[in-house]
């Protein structure tokens, strides 16, 4: 064959997909807060940071995370790069997608006299502080996504609480509960006081296959939580939680007891702390003898104080537990001493049977 008619054969070679768009991760962590859900994050193993950030996981795409936690090389307006500079080309359109990341209340910046709340950066064209507030009016139209990590940006948290001077709020209540992004995902809240770390490691992860289009519509509660780690109650995966039923609570935090009687609101908190434990399993507040005082919840801190009272409801289910729970466990110890022996046929010595019996 000639290299003319070869060349005749071929087929025009199919251009091959261009590569995903890069998605970037904007982290503000300059509403009300103390950086605990940050500080706590670094413990996440269930995936960790570095293999989000790495691109271990397969299917996952490639990121880049401007979080201020582990961007030491930057500052400001110094260092390796500018790092506000980032959140000034996503205003622009510049950069897409990107999720945003809230850590903190945001305060109502309207009910003052003068001065600011909080900020983030300085507007170069008038040298002043850029509000938290009005960073989320500027790039809440442009994000993919928004995630609102630990209770203070979800609820409000305990700057939000009765008394306060700041107005403090939650995300969605600033936002709105109904919002959506210009990709149709609502809000995303991942409560906690600080955040357990793995739960919001997995939701990242989730929402990033979901931009992948390897994940469906996350699926949130009806406060924005998902659904699928906020699903159960703090007793429902407690250690304790054979003591409740069997009426048997602690007086003192040495027991391992239940602890309702001390305080814990486990009973009644959306939060799976206890069945997943702190870090790598382990851990958990009522497992480890602390009590569950709702940090998850939208009315922490305000409708769980004071602490290390029994909580009403406690009292009513207590007394009901404590009463069936008597008979309960004079009931288990028959059952228990009857099943805690050998079978009959069998017998204690030398003597070898086994209970066999000859068909007829």
Request: glycine letters at 12%; aromatic letters at 10%; charged letters at 20%.
């Amino acid at each position: 064959m000639s290299a003319t008619s070869a060349s005749s054969t071929q087929t025009t070679p199919t251009p091959a997909d261009p590569d995903p768009p890069l998605i970037h991760i904007l982290w503000i962590n300059a509403g009300l807060s103390c950086d605990g859900d940050s500080v706590a994050l670094t413990a996440a193993m269930q995936p960790s940071i570095e293999e989000i950030v790495t691109g271990t996981l397969p299917g996952l795409p490639a990121i880049a995370v401007h979080w201020p936690l582990i961007d030491f090389e930057c500052g400001p307006v110094q260092g390796a790069d500018t790092f506000i500079e980032w959140f000034f080309k996503a205003e622009r359109g510049e950069l897409d997608p990107f999720v945003l990341v809230v850590e903190g209340s945001i305060p109502n910046e309207s009910i003052k006299a003068e001065g600011y709340w909080s900020g983030f950066g300085d507007d170069p064209e008038t040298g002043q502080p850029i509000t938290t507030s009005e960073w989320l009016d500027r790039l809440a139209p442009k994000a993919t996504g928004i995630v609102a990590i630990g209770t203070c940006a979800t609820y409000g948290g305990i700057h939000a609480m009765a008394g306060n001077p700041t107005g403090a709020m939650g995300v969605p209540d600033y936002l709105g509960w109904d919002w959506k992004s210009k990709a149709g995902l609502p809000i995303v809240c991942v409560p906690g006081c600080p955040i357990q770390p793995d739960n919001f490691s997995e939701t990242l992860t989730y929402l990033l296959y979901q931009l992948a289009g390897s994940a469906p519509m996350i699926p949130l509660d009806d406060k924005l939580r998902p659904a699928w780690l906020f699903g159960a109650t703090v007793h429902e995966g407690c250690d304790r939680a054979g003591y409740y039923e069997q009426g048997q609570f602690a007086k003192t935090y040495d027991s391992p007891k239940c602890l309702v009687k001390l305080g814990c609101w486990g009973p009644v908190v959306k939060c799976n702390v206890p069945k997943r434990g702190w870090m790598n399993g382990i851990g958990g507040c009522p497992n480890v003898g602390g009590i569950c005082i709702a940090c998850t919840m939208p009315g922490f801190p305000d409708k769980f104080m004071p602490f290390m009272d029994e909580p009403p409801g406690g009292k009513v289910s207590s007394t009901a537990s404590g009463a069936y729970g008597v008979l309960i466990r004079k009931l288990r110890a028959i059952t228990a001493k009857t099943v805690d022996e050998e079978p009959r046929w069998r017998r204690r010595g030398p003597q070898l049977t086994t209970g066999y019996r000859a068909p007829r």
